[in-house]
């Protein structure tokens, strides 16, 4: 693969006949995709957990009860231990990785700091846990059309109701998924 195939930046919607619970109905922002496989964030399921009780977990006290508030994401279902945040570019942070001019993630603790005291990015999107692919694997997914792929806007990942994205972003494609059946056409 040539680096423009790879899909860094991009979302990957779940066609309606991917059936995987991780991944129904989902869409999912890719991080970093290279011959090695992929790493994304699933950006439309909500838990039911706070970014409060996070924090507190985390003994990070947190004075906004709006942002105690805030929606933490099920980010995929590999290390669902571990925390993500996508979040705008502001400023460097002790593990990011920009992925876009408008989208960068960063693992590291510093930038939960940074949110619970009202100093980290204006928009950003918390996740627990990861999708990941290896070597071949999400290709041979899109060939099988359990995915569409297009780039990203952020005004959906950011701005959008979780309940919304999936059709949103395929609306990107000009694809109604209400539209479509579940099953794959074969000739």
């Known amino acids: 693969m040539s680096t423009e195939d790879f899909l860094n930046g991009h979302f990957l919607i779940a066609m309606p006949s991917l059936d995987d619970p991780n991944f129904s109905r989902t869409v999912t922002y890719v991080c970093e995709h290279t011959e090695e496989g992929a790493l994304g964030i699933v950006i439309n399921r909500p838990t039911e957990v706070s970014l409060g009780e996070l924090l507190e977990h985390m003994s990070l006290p947190c004075e906004a009860p709006e942002l105690a508030q805030t929606v933490v994401y099920?980010?995929?279902?590999?290390?669902?231990?571990?925390?993500?945040?996508?979040?705008a570019p502001s400023r460097q942070w002790e593990s990011s990785l920009q992925i876009s001019d408008e989208v960068a993630i960063t693992t590291s603790r510093d930038i939960l700091e940074a949110v619970a005291a009202q100093e980290g990015p204006e928009r950003f999107l918390i996740a627990l846990g990861y999708a990941g692919w290896g070597a071949g694997q999400l290709e041979?997914?899109?060939?099988?059309n359990s995915w569409l792929s297009g780039p990203a806007d952020s005004a959906i990942l950011f701005e959008r109701a979780p309940s919304e994205r999936w059709q949103a972003a395929a609306s990107l494609l000009g694809v109604d998924l209400n539209l479509l059946a579940p099953g794959a056409g074969h000739a």
């Open 140 to 144: 041979q997914e899109l060939a099988e």
């Open 74 to 87: 099920m980010g995929g279902p590999v290390q669902r231990d571990r925390g993500f945040v996508l979040h």
